[in-house]
Each structure stands twice: as structure tokens, then as C-alpha cells.
């Protein structure tokens, strides 16, 4: 499809656009964070995630949309302020996923096993865990959070990507929702494909970050001396923290476009259907021109 296409190709002049910006959202999130989790005794720790990667994903739709040529000045605390509302209410369609899931995945267990489906052997499950069952509620578990959690994204692409664009100077004001669940398919594609990449280069990143980490900490401590990394296994560790930002850019990109998409589809549909129910006023400057 076009717009997984466009996506991909515009994806890594967002990229492009994002590391320095990502480096100081990181940088002011965590001194921002770290003194509010002291003054709320760490209860804020719970949403601090969720609020500071819909703020990254909504930094990332505004370059998306320069990209495509907007250059609209962006209003951060605009920005600031829907990263709260929006990453709440992400946060809480997470959770819900996630207890669809847990219930799905022991209902599937039970049905593999044909075992009665009952809310006693949802409440009593785990005291009768045996191997089949659990073989098969993890493996339904996996499957189902995965899908329940894309279709939380793909659902929200479009609102999301509509409040980067209202983030921009002098923009117009739409529905919260605006755009819930457009252009489902192409988007689910790209999200399916970037999450279940985004969990492998998550992997390689940890393992080469932790790995340093854990180089520099035993040859500061025993040696006291400054640890030398081989520069192919740095390069290695750099490109796999680039390929999973550019994953994330790649579903910003997609986002922006999908609302481009749709908006220009609705406004020549709306265009249509006034040619075809021509009001009053039109009416009257019509028949006006026919007499002169």
C-alpha cells in the first residue's frame, strides 16, 4: 500500500530529525521525574512512563509532519499537556488490554483442555496449574497481549498524530478522538511488523548496554583502569539503539500520514456532497448569475 510505502521511505529523515531531541527529552524527563517521584514518595513512577513516551511519540508525529511540510511552530506546553491526557488514557487501555488478555488467554487453556469454562476456574486457575494448561495460557497470553496491545496503537494512531498536529502554532481544534481507527489496515501492518521488531533490537540494545555498563563498572572498580571496547562491538550496540528508533519513526511517520490521508478524503467527500446538495445561499448566487 502507498502509505506503508511513503512511511518507510519518509521514516528516516524523522530519524534523522529525532536523536538530538530524544537525548534531551531523556535528559530533562528523568531530572523532571526523579523530583517528583521524591515529593509523591515514588506513586508518580507508575505514570511517568506511559506520559513521557506519548510525549516522544507526539515530538516525533510534529517532525513527521515538518517532513511533509509542515513548519509550524510547535507549542511544547500544548504538547506537554496531551502527552498527560493522552498517555493516561493509553495507560488504562493498556491495562484493560492486558486483563482482556490474562481472562482470554485462561479461557483458551480451558478450551484446548476441554475443561468447563466457568468464573471458578477463572478465580482458580492458577491452584489448578498443571503443564498442558500453562503451555497453553502462556503461549494464548503472549499471542493475545500482542494483539490486544497493537490494536490499542493502531486504534490511536490517528487521534494521536491529530493532536501532534493541533500541538502546531495556530492549528485548528478537533475532537479528542478525531480519526479513531482510520486507515486501520495500513497501519496495522506497519505496527505489527515494528513491534515484533522492536522486541528483538530491545533485546541487543540491553545486552550491548548492559554488557558496558558492566565492562566499565569491574574495570573501574578491580582495575581502575578505563575499559576498551572494541569498536565493532560499540557500532554494533549504536546501530541497534538507531534501528529501534527508527522503528518508532517509522510508526510516527505512518501516523501523520494516516491522518493527512484521511482528513483530505473526508474534506473531498464533504466536497462531493455539496456539489450534489447545493445550499441555499448557493442556489441563490447561481440563479443571480443566470439573470445577469
Known amino acids: 500500500m502507498a502509505l506503508i510505502y511513503k512511511s518507510f521511505v519518509l521514516s528516516f529523515s524523522v530519524l534523522g530529525r529525532m536523536i538530538w531531541p530524544l537525548l534531551g527529552v531523556f535528559v530533562v524527563a528523568t ?22 513516551a506519548t510525549f516522544i511519540a507526539l515530538m516525533g508525529m510534529r517532525a513527521a509532519f515538518s517532513v511533509l511540510g ?20 493509553l495507560m488504562i487501555a493498556k491495562a484493560g488490554a492486558v486483563l482482556v488478555s490474562n481472562f482470554s488467554a485462561v479461557i483458551f ?18 491452584r489448578a496449574l498443571q503443564s498442558g494448561f500453562a503451555l497453553y495460557a502462556i503461549s494464548a497470553n503472549i499471542v493475545f497481549t500482542f494483539v490486544l496491545y497493537t490494536l490499542v496503537h493502531v486504534a490511536m494512531a490517528v487521534p494521536l ?16 478522538f478525531h480519526g479513531f481507527g482510520r486507515k486501520f489496515i495500513p497501519l496495522f501492518c506497519v505496527f505489527t511488523l515494528t513491534f515484533f521488531l522492536q522486541f528483538f533490537f530491545n533485546l541487543i540494545s540491553a545486552f550491548f548496554a548492559l554488557l ?27 546501530l541497534a539503539g538507531l534501528g ?49
Not at 161 to 176: D, E, L, N, V
Not at 212 to 238: C, K, N, R, Y
Request: net charge negative.
Open 109 to 126: 487453556a480451558d478450551w484446548q483442555l476441554g475443561t468447563a469454562v466457568s468464573v471458578q476456574n477463572l478465580v482458580n486457575a492458577e
Open 161 to 176: 498524530a491529530s493532536a501532534a498536529c493541533r500541538a502546531g502554532h495556530r492549528s485548528k481544534h478537533t475532537g479528542f
Open 31 to 52: 531530572v523532571i521525574w526523579g523530583i517528583l517521584s521524591m515529593l509523591s514518595l515514588g506513586y508518580s513512577d507508575v505514570i511517568s512512563g506511559p506520559i513521557t
Open 244 to 292: 529501534l528508533i527508527w522503528l518508532h519513526a517509522w510508526g510516527w511517520t505512518a501516523s501523520a500520514m494516516a491522518l493527512i490521508d484521511s482528513d483530505q478524503a473526508m474534506s473531498e467527500k464533504q466536497t462531493k456532497v455539496q456539489a450534489f446538495n447545493p445550499t441555499p445561499e448557493l442556489d441563490l448566487r447561481a440563479l443571480r448569475k443566470s439573470r445577469e
Open 212 to 238: 558496558m555498563l558492566f565492562g566499565s563498572f569491574v574495570a573501574m572498580i578491580f582495575f581502575q583502569t578505563v575499559p576498551d571496547f572494541d569498536p565493532e562491538f560499540i557500532i554494533t550496540g549504536v
Open 70 to 89: 509542515d513548519n509550524s511552530k510547535t507549542s511544547y506546553d500544548i504538547l506537554a499537556l496531551y502527552a498527560v491526557l493522552y498517555g493516561l488514557v
